[in-house]
């Protein structure tokens, strides 16, 4: 809340002529609830940030770009410039600490590789901000339930941007699943993958959190527990591999394939692969076959099943802003996240079962 807000505040308050002595701590409370736009901070300006996050928060009904953190002197000056970012409101990681007096910001949202996600949100949650977290949240486990942790102790609120969650054509087809109109599951298929010729990104860094299944194996096992609607028990068998191992090396996998048991002997048979343009989910149940292809782009996601289609358009970066103004009016309305801590902190268990799995060559129990 701008100061000229709290002024306002408390010459309204003397006008009303109470007497009553009104503490900051008090005053705070009371302003921060009238908020009904949240000032955003993006932590981390690549890609994600740059191409999607920013322009979605030109487009979001209840939150917006307040203020950006980043290392690099250019890129500040250039966001400055182009989104009118107040010199105030722009952090480096040596003073991001301060961000904690700072009321334009209500929630920081990092977006760096995944090596620095457990120190970033745990920054923030100790700086009193709410967070959002980019996926894959940490990892590992350990890291994840330790930023959880962090957001309880400082009562701040922590998603993770599963952008699919917050999105109708996964709705449409969780529906079908969770409601049976087709029946029981029966087994799944699923496939999330894409060509990544880069050579020294944080996906080709294993100290950074390299490797396809931290990134896209993500999305994969997403598939497979949304599309059936259950958790799975075992990792029943895993294999990671490179074709290109100057790219891929100490040990990181390019591609990796698993079978993953669920409750009542269902199966889900996944792959995913920085070597190869796939990106498919077929969901077999008792009366028909809920086919989606591609099921995890940004846009353009569709299927069909014996109920219909599953077609609902829109275009880059509208997931996105959906997702973030869904998870801001969560905020303001001090309702549930969609996709908490704890959804994030399931996938990586899963993530380290598979790659446990593999490199052990038998299943293990999850």
Avoid at 151 to 157: H, Q
Avoid at 229 to 237: D, I, K, N, T, Y
């Amino acid at each position: 809340m701008h100061n000229q807000s709290r002024r306002t505040i408390i010459k309204s308050l003397a006008l009303a002529g109470t007497g009553t002595i009104i503490s900051p701590k008090l005053l705070w409370s009371y302003t921060a609830k009238k908020k009904h736009k949240l000032g955003v901070a993006l932590v981390g300006l690549g890609y994600y940030s740059t191409d999607l996050l920013a322009p979605a928060l030109q487009q979001t009904k209840h939150c917006y770009l307040a203020g950006i953190v980043t290392g690099t002197p250019s890129k500040a000056e250039t966001w400055r410039q182009k989104y009118n970012i107040p010199d105030k409101n722009i952090y480096n990681y040596q003073n991001f600490h301060e961000i904690a007096a700072n009321d334009d910001i209500d929630v920081i949202y990092v977006v760096l590789p995944p090596s620095l996600h457990e120190e970033y949100v745990v920054k923030a949650a100790n700086a009193g901000k709410h967070v959002w977290c980019e996926k894959p949240m940490a990892m590992t486990e350990a890291a994840c339930s330790r930023m959880i942790e962090a957001c309880k102790k400082n009562k701040r609120k922590l998603a993770i941007g599963y952008r699919l969650q917050h999105e109708p054509n996964t709705k449409a087809y969780r529906k079908i699943v969770n409601q049976k109109l087709l029946g029981k599951v029966l087994s799944l298929e699923d496939a999330a993958g894409y060509v990544d010729n880069r050579t020294n990104h944080w996906k080709q860094t294993k100290a950074l959190g390299g490797g396809v299944m931290l990134d896209m194996g993500v999305y994969a096992i997403q598939g497979a527990r949304l599309g059936t609607g259950m958790e799975p028990l075992s990792v029943v068998s895993a294999k990671t591999s490179t074709t290109r191992p100057e790219i891929y090396k100490d040990g990181l996998a390019e591609t990796a394939i698993a079978t993953l048991e669920f409750p009542g002997g269902i199966f889900a048979n996944i792959k995913t692969s920085f070597g190869e343009n796939v990106n498919f989910m077929n969901i077999t149940c008792e009366k028909g076959v809920i086919a989606i292809a591609p099921y995890s782009a940004y846009n353009g996601i569709k299927g069909k099943s014996p109920l219909g289609e599953i077609n609902t358009p829109y275009e880059v970066p509208w997931q996105q802003a959906n997702q973030m103004d869904d998870d801001a009016l969560s905020i303001i309305n001090n309702k549930p996240m969609l996709v908490p801590g704890e959804e994030g902190l399931r996938d990586i268990r899963i993530v380290e079962a598979i790659l446990k799995a593999a490199e052990a060559g038998q299943s293990v129990k999850l």
